[in-house]
């Protein structure tokens, strides 16, 4: 017997957008300007519309995008700012660059993004701001956070870095906060062919502030007025991400597609399909849950199907994190320990998304404890 062809996790070469990347890159050598030029501004004006904002500030990364964001709202020192245990540690290790403390509260088990509950009752005279996470493509419940948010005068910050395009009961995700944090990160649903960030903002000063933070804290060539960073999306990335947002509405409509057909097709498989709570979920991943998720990792790589792990340890048991006193986040441990990602991409095809279903059904904890 052939072995069956191999399904990878994911698929980062450019497929039909080859051609529109390489004349893009072309397009930026042949200008001869590589930092802050109409590529850029370009792709400000393009991804602010296409995410219904006002505003968009590129920077280098999804985490200089949270930290940036945290500071220009004075954000340091002193303060403290709930977000997800659940999350890539950046989420967490953004706030701390910013200067300020995370604080961790536990997640919802179905929707697996921040518990307002929990969110409320961690709330002290240091808050400062929330930090929302769309976790896997999937908002927040940000009508019960932005709630909180109003009752204890708080701002938020929101980490979109996973959802864009996504909707929050209608609204864009990002502009229901102050701010929105987004990354380019070449796996994201937005993908570079490098590192890349970028903020959505509805507030004219605050995209001026961040405009000047990303770029050392100049207001003009060499007049330094604030501390500020060197983070800024450069030119090659800005075009080749113009390119891809105008493929993006295309994209994202085939990884709901997938989403919808993994869930029909794994309807009795012996793995929990985390519910969908809102229709504006864009589908990063597309995780599932399993108390013998080692086993039937093991038994998909038997069959040739590449899944990894989003994530396997929470936040706050990070060693990076050694210091920071936090709550224990009982649904954010059980989750991790739990949770593996099904291959989601828009290439995938259906029938790729059929033999990954099959595979899942055909495990058997019996038989695999057996082996
Ligand atoms: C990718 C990611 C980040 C960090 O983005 P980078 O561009 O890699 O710095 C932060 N938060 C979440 C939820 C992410 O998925």
Same mark, same amino acid.
């Given at each position: 017997?052939?072995?069956?062809?191999?399904?990878?996790?994911?698929?980062?070469?450019?497929? $039909?957008?080859?051609?529109?990347?390489? @004349? &893009? !890159?072309?397009? *930026?050598?042949?200008? #001869?300007?590589?930092?802050?030029?109409?590529?850029?501004?370009?792709?400000?004006?393009?991804?602010?519309?296409?995410?219904?904002?006002?505003?968009?500030?590129?920077?280098?990364?999804?985490?200089?995008?949270?930290?940036?964001?945290?500071?220009?709202?004075?954000?340091?020192?002193?303060?403290?700012?709930?977000?997800?245990?659940?999350?890539?540690?950046?989420?967490?290790?953004?706030?701390?660059?910013?200067?300020?403390?995370?604080?961790?509260?536990?997640?919802?088990?179905?929707?697996?993004?921040?518990?307002?509950?929990?969110?409320? $009752?961690?709330?002290?005279?240091?808050? @400062? &701001? !929330?930090?929302? *996470?769309?976790?896997? #493509?999937?908002?927040?419940?940000?009508?019960?956070?932005?709630?909180?948010?109003?009752?204890?005068?708080?701002?938020?910050?929101?980490?979109?870095?996973?959802?864009?395009?996504?909707?929050?009961?209608?609204?864009?995700?990002?502009?229901?906060?102050?701010?929105?944090?987004?990354?380019?990160?070449?796996?994201?649903?937005?993908?570079?062919?490098?590192?890349?960030?970028?903020?959505?903002?509805?507030?004219?000063?605050?995209?001026?502030?961040?405009?000047?933070?990303?770029?050392?804290?100049?207001?003009?060539?060499?007049?330094?007025?604030?501390?500020?960073?060197?983070?800024?999306?450069?030119?090659?990335?800005?075009?080749?991400?113009?390119?891809?947002?105008?493929?993006?509405?295309?994209?994202?409509?085939?990884?709901?597609?997938?989403?919808?057909?993994?869930?029909?097709?794994?309807?009795?498989?012996?793995?929990?399909?985390?519910?969908?709570?809102?229709?504006?979920?864009?589908?990063?991943?597309?995780?599932?849950?399993?108390?013998?998720?080692?086993?039937?990792?093991?038994?998909?790589?038997?069959?040739?199907?590449?899944?990894?792990?989003?994530?396997?340890?929470?936040?706050?048991?990070?060693?990076?994190?050694?210091?920071?006193?936090?709550?224990?986040?009982?649904?954010?441990?059980?989750?991790?320990?739990?949770?593996?990602?099904?291959?989601?991409?828009?290439?995938?095809?259906?029938?790729?998304?059929?033999?990954?279903?099959?595979?899942?059904?055909?495990?058997?904890?019996?038989?695999?404890?057996?082996?």
């Amino acid at each position: 017997m052939t072995a069956p062809a191999l399904i990878p996790f994911m698929h980062l070469t450019p497929g $039909a957008d080859a051609g529109a990347i390489r @004349a &893009a !890159i072309d397009r *930026v050598i042949a200008r #001869g300007w590589f930092i802050l030029g109409p590529e850029l501004t370009a792709f400000e004006t393009e991804f602010a519309q296409a995410s219904g904002a006002a505003y968009a500030v590129g920077v280098g990364t999804g985490t200089d995008a949270i930290a940036l964001a945290l500071r220009a709202l004075g954000i340091g020192p002193g303060d403290e700012v709930i977000t997800a245990p659940l999350s890539a540690a950046y989420s967490a290790l953004a706030i701390m660059m910013a200067g300020a403390t995370p604080v961790f509260a536990d997640i919802d088990i179905n929707r697996l993004t921040l518990d307002p509950a929990q969110v409320d $009752a961690l709330v002290t005279p240091r808050t @400062a &701001a !929330i930090l929302p *996470v769309h976790l896997y #493509g999937q908002p927040a419940d940000m009508t019960a956070i932005a709630a909180i948010a109003r009752r204890h005068n708080l701002v938020i910050v929101e980490d979109a870095s996973q959802a864009h395009l996504a909707k929050s009961e209608g609204r864009p995700v990002g502009t229901i906060g102050v701010a929105g944090a987004f990354s380019f990160y070449p796996t994201k649903n937005l993908g570079a062919l490098g590192d890349a960030g970028g903020i959505v903002t509805d507030d004219a000063a605050l995209a001026d502030k961040l405009r000047r933070l990303r770029n050392g804290g100049q207001k003009d060539r060499y007049h330094h007025l604030e501390f500020g960073v060197n983070t800024r999306l450069d030119e090659m990335q800005a075009a080749i991400l113009r390119e891809r947002l105008a493929l993006l509405p295309g994209w994202t409509d085939r990884r709901r597609e997938i989403a919808a057909r993994y869930r029909s097709a794994l309807v009795g498989a012996p793995v929990i399909v985390p519910p969908e709570k809102d229709p504006g979920h864009v589908y990063h991943l597309f995780p599932v849950r399993s108390a013998h998720r080692d086993q039937v990792q093991a038994h998909l790589r038997h069959n040739g199907i590449e899944t990894l792990i989003h994530y396997p340890v929470p936040i706050p048991r990070q060693p990076a994190l050694d210091g920071i006193p936090t709550a224990t986040c009982p649904v954010a441990d059980r989750v991790c320990s739990e949770v593996f990602s099904l291959p989601l991409y828009p290439a995938l095809t259906n029938d790729e998304v059929d033999r990954v279903a099959d595979a899942v059904h055909r495990f058997s904890a019996a038989d695999a404890d057996g082996r």
